[in-house]
């Protein structure tokens, strides 16, 4: 079941632009411009190496997330933020209370609804889906 009403897409649209731009403007960016401060001490959960996991959390915060902001392969950059996000909450903060790890879970909680219902009719996704019904409608 797709949300495909006016207000739910409205609501998907707030939802993925604040979101991804407090990730961006909170996390993401931070972590960016402090890499070479960050690189060799960065948390490594999956084993890729301080440096790498702090690569490719960086491009899932910033990259990831203003794809989410702009609606553009939103189910794809909406999962690779909750894969990050559950890494962070059982793995790297896993012995923290759930206090601790509200933040993250919250996060977590906002991506998987992304991910379960799309980005709604204000996105490129949604853009790009018309055009192609166009187009395979004026083909048949």
């Known amino acids: 079941m797709k949300p495909t009403g006016l207000f739910a897409s409205v609501g ?3 939802l993925r632009i604040v979101s991804g731009a407090m990730m961006i403007a909170a996390h993401g960016w931070g972590k ?5 401060d960050k690189a060799d001490s960065f ?3 999956l084993g890729l190496g301080p440096k790498w996991s702090l690569i490719c959390t960086i ?7 203003a794809l989410l902001v702009i609606g553009l392969g939103t189910r794809l950059a909406a ?4 894969f990050t996000f559950g890494v962070v909450i059982f793995v ?11 933040l993250p879970i919250l996060y977590l909680g906002i ?6 219902t799309g980005p709604g009719i204000f996105s490129f996704d949604a853009l790009i889906a018309r055009r192609r ?3 395979k409608e004026k083909g048949e």
């Open 32 to 36: 960016y411009e402090s890499f070479a």
């Open 59 to 65: 491009i899932t915060e910033v990259a990831c997330s």
């Open 12 to 14: 998907l649209l707030v």
């Open 43 to 45: 948390a490594d959960p």
């Open 111 to 116: 991506y998987a609804t992304i991910v379960a």
């Open 92 to 102: 790297v903060h896993g012995e923290d209370s759930v206090l601790d790890r509200e």
């Open 133 to 135: 019904r166009k187009q």
């Open 79 to 82: 999962a690779a933020l909750v």
